[in-house]
């Protein structure tokens, strides 16, 4: 009986713990479907990377303080009735995030948030809908401007957003 009890807690906070993620919810949604390019780069893999690489060792310490990086894009020329903001907005605590930048062009709309816990950004999402729909996640332990000089070094895209942050 304990067994039976105990099973059933573990399923339900397992439902209630990935019903709280809705970013990882769209990754696990769209990964792997036809239209949709996923990247997944671990904190590992990127550490090694800049360690390989001797173009990237100003991103060294960097390097040491991302966990993972997650990547989903539609690919171009590529319809979806997919809409990121939607399925993210919808269901995320906005409370948890600021907004760095928000762009509406026609269709188009980006979004940039953060979430900071002690003056140190834990989890930046860059989110794009409209024509095409590109979630950017980034966990660890970020410096903004030192993301800024990653993304003009990795030339991935969506990662061009971050530029606007400089003008605002």
């Known amino acids: 009986m304990k067994n039976l009890v105990f ?9 209630h713990v990935s019903a709280q993620d ?6 696990d949604q769209y990964a792997g479907k ?7 780069i671990t904190g590992e893999l990127f550490k090694m990377l800049v360690e390989m690489d001797k173009s990237c060792k100003q991103h060294k310490n960097l390097s040491t303080q991302i966990n993972e990086i997650k990547i989903l894009a539609q690919e171009e020329g590529f319809s ?3 809409n990121f903001h939607e399925l993210i907005f919808n269901k995320m605590n906005r409370n948890d995030y600021k907004e ?4 509406r062009e026609s269709n188009e709309k980006v979004n940039i948030l953060a979430k900071e816990e002690q003056g140190v950004i834990t ?3 860059l989110i794009v809908s409209g024509d095409e729909n590109v979630l950017i996640s980034i966990k660890g332990n970020i410096v903004l401007n030192e993301l800024d000089d990653l993304a003009e070094s990795l030339d991935m895209k969506g990662f061009e957003m971050l530029k606007m942050l400089e003008t605002n």
């Open 80 to 82: 979806s009735d997919a």
């Open 123 to 125: 989890e930046f999402l």
């Open 100 to 103: 760095l930048l928000t762009v």
């Open 7 to 15: 099973g059933f807690v573990a399923i339900v906070l397992s439902i």
């Open 22 to 27: 809705p970013v990882n919810d769209v990754f």
């Open 34 to 40: 036809e239209g949709f390019t996923t990247v997944n």
